[in-house]
């Protein structure tokens, strides 16, 4: 007896122990909520194998010196008093003892006060879109492994289908909130070395934190089943020292400054059909063949096939149409902030050529500047890059050294041209309050329903009502303000640089006059431009 009772205590000790070695086991991670995470589920663990040992000893004890080949006779008893407080006693105090921990741990994890730096994470079909809060800073994420890998033309590499082509950078000893939502399905974002899964809904926003201890980078992927390419939807995060993302900050204002003028610069280029198409199939293969596939067959009843399809057939216009805004209600998403003119340009070429289209049509990075220019749903970078563009070809009508030098300081100026104190310098419509409020609400519904909401009420803890709010019903330039610069500290970011001066007009109209706030005040853009002076 003896013997048995050491050989289980020696199976009760080292079942754990060994399973903090194991690879299938849970990591500790990188941040404190990690550590707590791991340390729970150890406990848990500890304490499964305690019952574990008791039970299945006594079951093999009983078989073993109780069998009817002994000579074991089976006892007749009826119900004990003693016994039933006892198995229902017990049992209470083993879950009160696991679930004291597990409370504070998850009280812990839901707790993203105070955080240093905010992080809104967008999900779409398949990709992440990163916005830095009061940074200026965002931009979409996606995987990186080479499509030859994927089709197993070639070996598979060492971070296969964990790999993406911008990761998300955070700094270290910071607490970092998210803000999660999404574009079309249910999403979710997972860094098991941080100890973060949330879900990102469409229509709602989730909140999440994590504060890392060390620099390194960390992967993780979409743990929901989001669609057919599910598994292509890849998460990596590098963790930076805090002077090492400063700098990073500093670099990525400066990238999306050249950025800005590299695209006004070939707004003036024309390239060959030839040119254009090999661009636009790197596109193509890089955004587009996740949903119409390679050959352009797409998916019968998911995705339509781009041979000889009516948008491909049809006017180029609609084509830039969808490429750009993208089709409501289904998978097609807007790339106007995700691709440069030419790129989509150089997509469009290929699309109306390939597979048989044959259709011979070029487009030009000037002429998605100049359909964008002529369609108010379009983004405004494209469009003042557009207009910069038309300064820098008529500055180069004459190649001479004055011209260039005209040229240059164009180029240049297209750095500034997302401020409004540029805009202000042109001449601003004045619109009635009916066009204003009606212009308001596509905007609040495109920019700003996902944290206030469609109703305006909010989420009562993570964002305020803008049902008679003090920011609604108080005086216009504290509303300008605060849709212009954000509000440190909380979700609200700046939309300075993200909404031309009518379009964050007609929002602040339409707040100040929806869901019964009926102020009847009619904000022009002339009035943000010259509050941003």
């Known amino acids: 007896m003896k013997q048995w009772l050491y050989f289980l205590l020696v199976v009760w000790v080292a079942l754990p122990l060994g399973a903090t070695e194991m690879p299938l086991n849970m990591t500790q991670g990188v941040t404190d909520i990690s550590g707590k995470v791991y340390d729970l589920h150890m406990t848990i663990l500890y304490i499964c194998c305690a019952i574990g040992l008791v039970v299945f000893g006594i079951m093999i004890y009983s078989m073993i010196y109780h069998r009817k080949s002994k000579g074991a006779v089976a006892a007749n008893f009826h119900e004990s008093t003693k016994v039933e407080i006892a198995w229902t006693v017990i049992p209470f105090i083993i879950l009160i003892g696991m679930a004291i921990p597990a409370t504070k741990t998850l009280i812990a994890m839901e707790d993203p006060s105070d955080a240093d730096l905010t992080i809104k994470i967008t999900g779409s079909q398949w990709k992440w879109h990163y916005s830095y809060f009061d940074k200026d800073i965002e931009f979409y994420s996606s995987l ?84 057919k390419d599910h598994g292509f939807m890849p998460i990596v995060v590098q963790a930076l020292s805090e002077t090492d993302f400063d700098n990073w900050l500093v670099e990525q204002k400066q990238l999306a400054n050249n950025a800005t003028v590299a695209a006004a610069a070939s707004m003036s280029q024309t390239l060959s059909l030839e040119e254009l198409n090999t661009q636009g199939e790197q596109v193509y293969i890089a955004r587009c063949a996740a949903c119409h596939q390679p050959n352009g067959a797409g998916l019968p009843g998911v995705f339509p096939s781009l041979i000889g399809s009516p948008i491909i057939k049809g006017p180029v216009d609609d084509h830039l149409n969808i490429v750009l805004n993208g089709k409501p209600g289904t998978a097609m998403q807007a790339f106007a902030k995700q691709l440069s003119a030419i790129e989509i340009a150089a997509v469009i070429t290929f699309e109306r050529n390939a597979w048989g289209n044959n259709s011979g ?7 998605v500047g100049n359909f964008s220019s002529s369609n108010a749903s379009s983004t405004e970078p494209i469009e003042v890059v557009a207009d910069a563009a038309s300064t820098i070809a008529a500055t180069t009508t004459d190649i001479t050294d004055a011209a260039t030098e005209k040229t240059t300081q164009a180029i240049e100026a297209v750095a500034k041209v997302v401020t409004p104190e540029v805009v202000a310098a042109a001449d601003l419509p004045t619109l009635t309050l009916e066009q204003l409020i009606a212009e308001g609400e596509q905007v609040y519904a495109t920019v700003c329903a996902a944290c206030h909401q ?7 803890g993570a964002f305020p009502s803008l049902i008679g709010s003090p920011v609604v019903s108080g005086p216009v330039s504290g509303h300008i303000d605060i849709v212009m610069h954000g509000k440190p500290g909380t979700a609200m970011q700046a939309f300075s640089s993200q909404l031309s001066p009518q379009k964050m007009a007609a929002v602040i109209t339409y707040e100040r006059n929806a869901w019964g706030n009926n102020s009847d005040e009619a904000v022009q853009a002339a009035d943000v431009a010259s509050h941003g002076q």
């Open 361 to 367: 049509d070029v487009v030009q990075a000037a002429d």
């Open 144 to 227: 990186s492994t080479p499509r030859e890998q994927i089709d197993g033309r070639e070996a598979k590499g060492e971070n296969y289908l964990l790999e993406v082509d911008k990761p998300l950078v955070l700094p270290i000893n910071q607490k970092v909130r998210f803000l999660m939502t999404s574009d079309d399905v249910i999403h979710s974002w997972w860094v098991p070395a941080f100890a973060v899964k949330k879900d990102a809904n469409p229509g709602f926003i989730n909140e999440a934190w994590t504060r890392i201890d060390k620099p390194g980078t960390y992967r993780g992927q979409c743990a929901e089943l989001c669609g």
């Open 454 to 460: 469609a109703s305006g009420a909010g989420l009562p």
